[in-house]
């Protein structure tokens, strides 16, 4: 359990809950024990009632009467308490669950983007719910459980033993079997069961990726092919679940057999020391009792087991994520973003998960309310360019200074929340347009999104659609055209107001004439603000205050748009090739 181990703060968290737990768990086993007694005491009763010479019907009645009366209200004390103790353990086991899913969550947030190159949503998804909720069994019906067959196990034994200690050691022979049958079928359950969850993920990840590309499944007529695949993993789980279901149910024959072992004996060793005048009728009738009320808590240490050995698998899962350290390191002084002049010098970029050198000695100095212009061919580096600004990466060599101050020594949240980021992919959330363009400022008044709709030249289209802004869009904007998603996602970045604005050619799905309102746009809505806008066409970055080419991550030519025309290269081809284009 050493994987379980991790948790160990949550249960000191919620430790007076757990505590209240086991009490009233204990007081509940202890009313549960007077029945067996009660019942004894009246077949001795009845027995001695048959050996007197002059037996008394009404004083036998009066006790048999007062006996089940005192059976019935000990059920229903021991009812009530167990009904407490569900509450109180069950209910720690969802506070833990919601503790453990927001952990996880938070720990995902703080990840770097690496990780999520490396690992498949599917994968994620199912080790913050499946797995978290088979950890969370641990924490609920495990403990619980526990907890009742040790109270209830040491309460009947101790009492077995001080009334008969020769037909209790007898009676508990089974129990060494019992042990060595659990430890070998648990380490069987481990395994199949860390199986089970690996194949679940995989199942999840090849769902997840099917309905988020359907498009593409459809368009290429490879839904057979996509069902056949499905249904080999399909196999696969159900085939691995079946596996572990199986052994599993190796534990509840096993465990009623050992208890009907325990019966036999009762029977037969108590029978021989009744016989003999040892002990009473009433003593071996309470014994029969005992054995019966430990079948269900010895046969639930088979379930116990079977759970936690579930919950140590899906927990060492999810440690292998909370294990992970985010590349990134925060800043720690408190510095807020004042002017927004960047400046980068000397600096290079591989990707760690792929080896790729994206950027080689790159240098460059962007005053404040200038306007930067990064163009270059596919694979060139001029998003990783603004990964780095927007300090998604570090680079391996150079420094980055922001406002003359490194730029690793300010805080994530306080950086990036000085900057309006348009991606190259952008995305928007299933939600309403109104709350995916709010998502750049929760505060946003409907005036403020409206105006930076008109801003990104959106507003007319979302004004058309049935429900306006409270269209509600499908998943990653399906709903929507790509120009339209581009836009929506340049009023998301407006809206913020920003010191920075980062646009990663976000104008290649719209037209010339809409790419030419937006920029007249953005002139305005940028004053005062350091922009760096990256694309592939000259028209979109002309207007800049300086312009940079890069050529497999190295800066081939810069200057302005007047100077760079001047020069035979790259900048001067690309405008004539997109001037030829145009007129075609």
Same mark, same amino acid.
């Given at each position: ?166 037909? *209790? ?61 499905f249904k080999a993993l399909s196999h696969v789980s159900k085939a691995k679940n079946i596996s572990l279901a199986k052994t ?83 800043? *720690? ?20 998960e792929t080896q790729i050198t994206a950027l080689k000695n790159i240098s460059f100095t962007l005053n404040p309310g200038e ?142 004439? *809409? ?70």
């Amino acid at each position: 359990m050493k994987e379980l181990q991790y948790l160990n703060k949550y249960l000191k968290k919620y430790r007076g809950k757990l505590v209240l737990g086991m009490v009233i768990t204990v007081i509940a086993r202890i009313f549960s024990l007077f029945a067996p007694r009660l019942v004894g005491n009246s077949i001795t009763a009845v027995e001695q009632f048959y050996q007197q010479e002059r037996p008394d019907l009404g004083e036998i009645k009066a006790t048999l009467l007062f006996n089940i009366l005192l059976i019935v209200a000990a059920a229903f004390i021991s009812g009530f308490f167990t009904f407490l103790m569900r509450q109180t353990i069950i209910n720690v086991s969802r506070y833990i669950e919601f503790d453990l899913k927001n952990e996880i969550y938070q720990h995902y947030q703080n990840l770097c983007t690496s990780f999520y190159k490396n690992n498949r949503t599917g994968d994620l998804m199912n080790r913050i719910s499946e797995d978290v909720s088979k950890v969370r069994m641990y924490f609920g019906p495990a403990i619980m459980y526990s907890i009742n067959t040790i109270a209830l196990f040491v309460i009947v034994i101790s009492y077995m033993v001080s009334i008969a200690p020769t037909l *209790t050691m007898y009676t508990l022979l089974p129990l060494p079997i019992l042990s060595i049958t659990i430890y070998l079928l648990s380490k069987a359950i481990h395994i199949k069961s860390t199986e089970v969850q690996e194949t679940l993920s995989q199942l999840s990840s090849f769902s997840q990726e099917s309905f988020s590309g359907i498009a593409v499944i459809k368009s290429y007529g490879i839904l057979p092919k996509i069902s056949e695949d499905f249904k080999a993993l399909s196999h696969v789980s159900k085939a691995k679940n079946i596996s572990l279901a199986k052994t599993q149910a190796w534990f509840f024959p096993l465990m009623i057999l050992l208890i009907g072992f325990s019966n036999l004996l009762v029977v037969y060793v108590g029978g021989t020391q009744y016989i003999a005048g040892e002990i009473e009728m009433g003593v071996l009738a309470e014994f029969i009792i005992y054995v019966n009320m430990l079948t269900w808590p010895v046969a639930t240490v088979g379930w116990v087991t079977s759970i936690v050995q579930q919950a140590e698998a899906s927990q060492k899962r999810i440690n292998a994520f909370l294990n992970q350290k985010p590349s990134l390191i925060d800043g *720690t002084k408190e510095h807020a973003l004042q002017e927004g002049k960047i400046e980068l010098k000397g600096v290079s970029l591989t990707y760690p998960e792929t080896q790729i050198t994206a950027l080689k000695n790159i240098s460059f100095t962007l005053n404040p309310g200038e306007t930067l212009g990064v163009l270059g061919k596919t694979g060139a580096g001029k998003s990783s360019l603004l990964d780095l600004i927007s300090r998604l990466y570090d680079p391996d060599e150079g420094q980055i200074f922001m406002d003359e101050k490194p730029l690793a020594e300010y805080r994530l949240e306080a950086l990036r929340s000085e900057m309006g980021y348009v991606p190259q992919n952008p995305f928007l959330f299933s939600d309403t347009i109104e709350n995916n363009i709010r998502f750049g400022k929760a505060t946003a008044s409907q005036e403020e999104i409206e105006n930076a709709a008109k801003l990104a030249d959106v507003h007319k289209n979302i004004i058309g659609f049935k429900a306006g802004y409270k269209t509600l869009l499908g998943e990653r904007g399906v709903t929507l055209s790509g120009g339209q998603i581009q836009r929506t996602s340049i009023a998301r970045a407006l809206i913020r107001n920003p010191k920075v604005l980062l646009f990663d050619d976000c104008l290649s799905a719209v037209d010339a004439e *809409t790419e030419k309102t937006i920029l007249k746009n953005l002139n305005k809505a940028a004053e005062g603000k350091t922009t760096i806008i990256v694309s592939h066409r000259v028209s979109t970055v002309q207007q800049a205050d300086k312009i940079i080419v890069l050529n497999e991550g190295e800066i081939i030519q810069q200057g302005t748009h007047q100077e760079l025309m001047k020069i035979n290269g790259f900048y001067q081809e690309l405008q004539a090739i997109q001037e030829n284009e145009s007129l075609d």
